[in-house]
């Protein structure tokens, strides 16, 4: 498995690759930012294939139930990874065609910790690590189901350094049926 951003639960190696990203920052200004998010949004898009394999080979993908149902799919399969990744478990649930992601008053945010350790690379990590790893474990589902369209984006982030909370959303859209050539569903 990947053992890059939030797939990887050591305060190490996240400081570290802050590190690495106030290096590149330093040499590359914020152009780098834009490489930093490309970065961590891939390694999350391969994180979420792994985990549509995983799923294949245990029989747990339900194609037809997905393409049903794509809000609970996406709500599944967000806190299948959380779950099977371990630490800090944040709360994922669904209003409407919205699925949402919030940790609240983590005490233990692995990325805010690393910050205190870490060279300061960027004012908002989370908009270029976390979350845009997150955003790119979700995108695979676009791939693999082209009649939905996730819209990202982030409600609200409170980083005190004391009780943190994040919540982000997926807005889960169908605008067209299409039928999978493959499965004919």
Same mark, same amino acid.
């Given at each position: 498995?990947?053992?890059?951003?939030?797939?990887?639960?050591?305060?190490?190696?996240?400081?570290?690759?802050?590190?690495?990203?106030?290096?590149?920052?330093?040499?590359?200004?914020?152009?780098?930012?834009?490489?930093?998010?490309?970065?961590?949004?891939?390694?999350?898009?391969?994180?979420?294939?792994?985990?549509?394999?995983?799923?294949?080979?245990?029989?747990?993908?339900?194609?037809?139930?997905?393409?049903?149902? !794509?809000?609970?799919?996406?709500?599944?399969?967000?806190?299948?990874?959380?779950?099977?990744?371990?630490?800090?478990?944040?709360?994922?649930?669904?209003?409407?065609?919205?699925?949402?992601?919030?940790?609240?008053?983590?005490?233990?945010?692995?990325?805010?910790?690393?910050?205190?350790?870490?060279?300061?690379?960027?004012?908002?990590?989370?908009?270029?690590?976390?979350?845009?790893?997150?955003?790119?474990?979700?995108?695979?589902?676009?791939?693999?189901? !082209?009649?939905?369209?996730?819209?990202?984006?982030?409600?609200?982030?409170?980083?005190?350094?004391?009780?943190?909370?994040?919540?982000?959303?997926?807005?889960?859209?169908?605008?067209?049926?299409?039928?999978?050539?493959?499965?004919?569903?």
């Amino acid at each position: 498995m990947n053992d890059k951003g939030i797939n990887n639960l050591s305060i190490q190696t996240r400081v570290e690759e802050l590190n690495d990203f106030a290096l590149l920052y330093k040499k590359f200004g914020s152009l780098a930012f834009r490489v930093i998010q490309k970065s961590n949004f891939y390694s999350g898009f391969s994180i979420g294939m792994e985990r549509i394999i995983k799923l294949l080979k245990e029989e747990k993908l339900n194609i037809k139930a997905f393409q049903q149902n !794509p809000v609970e799919g996406v709500r599944e399969f967000l806190h299948g990874y959380f779950t099977d990744r371990g630490g800090n478990m944040p709360d994922i649930w669904a209003e409407g065609n919205t699925v949402y992601l919030e940790t609240k008053i983590c005490k233990n945010c692995l990325t805010i910790e690393a910050e205190k350790q870490a060279e300061q690379c960027h004012e908002d990590v989370c908009a270029i690590y976390c979350r845009t790893f997150a955003k790119g474990i979700v995108s695979i589902l676009e791939d693999f189901f !082209p009649e939905i369209v996730i819209n990202f984006y982030n409600v609200s982030s409170r980083r005190d350094g004391k009780d943190s909370d994040c919540r982000e959303a997926f807005q889960v859209l169908s605008p067209k049926r299409i039928e999978n050539p493959i499965t004919g569903i």
